[in-house]
């Protein structure tokens, strides 16, 4: 077997293993979070608003807490081992290892997206205990959930590089993320709230994520599905491209 490969190997699985051998700390708080969700305002606020798109509210609110879990597990897992490895850890031993800059990348960004593919799945599980629902584009929904993953993996090792504190590790989840989640139509459609929020979601680019989420999941949407298709391969393309660059300079990995 080649050398560069079980090196990637070997980096890969410590990353996976990295989350999934301590389910409390990195599965668990997301999913018991997203039951509160489930029971709070699709259960509590659903009986309520009944329908909203002509599906069950609960239903709705579905593909954007699957994105939202989607999003932060893909983006924690490489942005927290890469500060912890760069100023506590062993970074230096994973340098001169016969791994190529490429491999070194891929094996932080697919260990990543695995995890946000996990925190994902555990979504649906949870709904399911709720309602019940069939996919209605297999091929759409694992591009869409392929490329989001790959997008916020790729992210999470860009600010994982560039951290110098916890604080700065959390700043773009706590500071970006999740208010565009929450501004990303999760809980509404643009046509039922006023015209201001309505144009502030339609320039999220993560209400573009949820769009096609939600049209691939129950085959409802609010916007052009394949023009925010488009916009986020454009947008993973152009991540990925400054992820490898930096990997390949040795961005923050040498200091």
Not at 52 to 67: H, M, N, R, T
Not at 142 to 156: K, R, T
Not at 182 to 198: E, H, M, R, S
Request: aromatic fraction near 16%; charge should be positive; hydrophobic fraction near 55%.
């Amino acid at each position: 077997m080649n050398t560069k490969f079980i090196s990637f190997l070997t980096l890969f699985k410590r990353e996976f293993n990295r989350f999934f051998k301590v389910p409390n700390n990195t599965i668990l708080p997301h999913l018991i979070t997203t039951l509160f969700y489930f029971l709070i305002f699709g259960i509590a606020i659903g009986s309520r608003i009944k329908e909203v798109a002509g599906v069950d509210y609960l239903l709705f609110i579905l593909p954007g807490l699957f994105v939202q879990n989607l999003i932060n597990g893909s983006y924690s897992n490489p942005s927290g081992s890469l500060y912890v490895s760069r100023n506590f850890g062993n970074m230096s031993d994973i340098l001169i290892a016969p791994i190529s800059n490429l491999s070194l990348t891929l094996a932080y960004v697919i260990a990543g997206m695995l995890r946000g593919i996990v925190l994902a799945l555990g979504t649906v599980l949870i709904a399911l205990f709720f309602t019940t629902f069939s996919i209605e584009n297999y091929p759409l929904l694992l591009i869409y959930i392929f490329l989001i993953s790959f997008a916020f993996a790729c992210m999470g090792v860009i600010i994982g590089l560039w951290a110098k504190t916890f604080d700065q590790l959390n700043i773009f989840i706590n500071f970006v993320v999740t208010p565009l989640t929450f501004l990303g139509g999760v809980f509404y459609t643009t046509d039922i709230v006023p015209n201001f929020l309505a144009t502030i979601t339609k320039f999220n680019p993560i209400f573009y994520m949820i769009n096609g989420t939600r049209y691939a999941m129950i085959g409802v949407k609010d916007g052009n599905v394949y023009i925010g298709l488009i916009f986020l391969i454009i947008i993973t393309i152009i991540l990925f491209y400054t992820t490898f660059t930096l990997i390949k300079k040795g961005y923050n990995l040498r200091t």
